[in-house]
């Protein structure tokens, strides 16, 4: 229990000091050194992290067992965890109008969300959690983009952090994220029912909305999710970003990031506009099944395979003791707090299961 | 009005219906048959029926807690009534 304890500070302080310290430096250092550093950090966490590495390589088998033998999921784990890190640098080179990491990423397909936001009813751009998503808002906002994200902070809604903590991780991450953004995030959250019309409002203004569609739904959300192939399974979400694209007219685009194999390039890619004709979950099935080909294009870029409860809430693996929530709650009072990916549902489902929740009052 | 409101959200927002008939007084967000996308798609449905503008500071829970309150909005966003207010 004491070597438990002791192996959770050392990680804390591990994380705190990369954030804070070692990352804005080495995102200072020539691109190459830079990452090659976040690699080195990524590999003593593969190393190191032997729980989250084995639930990654177990979901991983799981999930696309017969095409992977071990040593490529190994192979996976290992680039998952050096993708999370080198993820903290794009952060820190978002300095300077996101100058340095602009240089390093190439945009394919602006000309879509140009010619989308041509017909003036704004644009919807949908990614996933997958690779430096929140980067690539932040990118597509410093490359002339006005966009506005839908989607929490994560430290605001994770239960059990303190002031000092939430604070910290306000400055060294969503600060920087949210420089380059052109309004404040909506934040979605039970009982905040403006989300969709604020969002509405800004695709009026023809400016870019983006939102990643792939996160568990909440408990309380459970009852709107649908159904739809995913990983050659199904899975549940929550198709707001289609239901949003029907009711204004605005087209809805894919975008997603994918790292080379230098770790320290990478191609954002922006479809052309995904057909919303037919229900919600008929359309919402297209945009699935785009998330669903880049993750299979890539697996080592999507955030979730660490953690199966939220595996269990998408409804792609079963339940491990009947309740996802449960899952979720066991792991949150683990106290664990990292930027990545997973933390955001599970703190929000926790804490949301505490009545920390009224806090909206204008819908 | 009321019975404009009332049967659009019956008709169109009410996904459990277990929650119907709908009476004028249901609190409409507390038991959940309003959440953020169904109420822009009531805000949209009000603004083409009833040829009005809904601002964003209008959407407040007091302005959407049933059927009743809805029809009190819209009454007051009435064009003589905003003129008469702005003198």
Redesign the interface.
Known sequence: MGERRAERLLRSVEGVAYWAAVAPTVACLPAGLGYRIACWRGDWDFRHRHRKRAELIRNLEQMLGDDLTPDAAAQLARDWFRFRSCETIDVMRLRYQARPLRRLVEIRGREHLETALAGGKGAILCSAHFGSFDCCFSLLGASGFPVTTIGRWQHNYTAGLSSAERRFWDVVYSRRLRRHRHRPNIE?WP????????A??ILRANEVVTVAIDAPPLDSDR??TVAVPFLGRRARFLP?AV??AQ?TGAPLLMGFMYRAGDYRHQVLEISAPVPIGGTAATAFARCAAEVSGAIQRSPAHWIYWPSGADLADLGLTPEVDGSPAMGAAHRQADGRFLHDGWADNVAARAHSRHGLAART??? | VENVVNDYISREIV??PAQLPLSNETPL?ED?V????S???L??FLQERFKITVD?AD???EN?ASVNTICAYLRAREPGRQEAAHG
């Open positions: 979605p009982g905040r029912v403006a989300v969709a019309a604020q509405a409002a009852p709107r707001g239901a949003l009711l009052q204008r819908l | 996904q459990d967000l959940g309003l959440d953020s996308l109420l822009l798609q805000v949209v964003e959407l407040l829970p959407f």
